[in-house]
């Protein structure tokens, strides 16, 4: 069974840092494109990283620059890193991989505005 759980949430505070972790199980993990989703209450989720089986990322225009996801295939982890942070970076954020065409989701960790 494939599972995803995330960590490192916390408190935003204007222009601090915050590096989320997602740990993986049950699959190949180094074969695996994995992305970070956020979502606020009422709106839909929203992608804000992915990143290749071969290292590669993207990023929206909303956190290009500021957010850095990276991987490290000998631990399963998947890492998310948030600079410059601002309160509408405040949001559930959430891990992601596909298994067979479907979504596989982590728990979530809750980034919080501090003010």
């Known amino acids: 069974q494939v599972q995803l759980v995330e960590s490192g949430g916390g408190l935003v505070q204007a222009g601090g840092s915050l590096r989320l972790s997602c740990a993986a199980s049950g699959m190949i993990f180094s074969t695996h494109i994995m992305n970070w989703y956020r979502q606020t209450p009422g709106k839909q989720r929203e992608l804000v990283a992915t990143i290749t089986n071969y290292g590669s990322a993207n990023y929206p225009d909303s956190v290009k620059g500021r957010f850095t996801i990276s991987r490290d295939n000998a631990k399963n982890t998947v890492y998310l890193q948030m600079n410059s942070l601002n309160t509408e970076d405040a949001a559930v954020y959430y891990c992601?991989?596909?298994?067979?065409?479907?979504?596989?989701w982590g728990q979530g960790t809750q980034v919080a505005d501090s003010s």
């Open positions: 992601n991989t596909q298994w067979y065409r479907s979504d596989v």
